[in-house]
């Protein structure tokens, strides 16, 4: 059964650090490529980072550009969003999404984690 498990959200004081993981199982990443996604309460799902089949390729949102790294680690089947210099305003459910397509849209992404809540306070 092909699945994504998101995990390392939590709680952190703004200007502060978190690393996602998002791990397949019952797929490959070297054929889907992976989107991590957020929806903050009242607010539309918003796309912010990607990164292709390959690993070769990413792509950021503006609104996390220079603060969040998504990479990819084949041998282990999972994907990281290192997320630096946090500000209130990336409070939201964390999801992981694969697709075939690199930079698809929301409808063309096959599978979507579970989410995790990541919440940046003081």
């Known amino acids: 059964q092909p699945q994504l498990v998101e995990s390392g959200g939590g709680l952190v004081q703004p200007g502060g650090s978190l690393r996602l993981s998002c791990a397949a199982s019952g797929f490959t990443l070297d054929v889907y490529a992976i989107g991590w996604f957020r929806q903050a309460p009242g607010k539309e799902r918003e796309g912010i980072s990607y990164?292709?089949?390959?690993?070769?390729?990413?792509n950021y949102a503006d609104s996390v550009k220079g603060r969040f790294t998504i990479s990819k680690d084949s041998a282990k089947n999972t994907v990281y969003l290192q997320m630096n210099s946090l500000k209130p305003e990336d409070t939201a459910i964390y999801y992981c999404?694969?697709?075939?397509?690199?930079?698809?849209?929301?409808?063309?992404?096959?599978?979507w984690g579970q989410g995790t809540q990541v919440t940046v306070s003081s």
């Open positions: 990164i292709s089949q390959s690993g070769g390729s990413t």
């Open positions: 999404a694969a697709s075939l397509l690199y930079l698809g849209s929301p409808d063309e992404y096959d599978y």
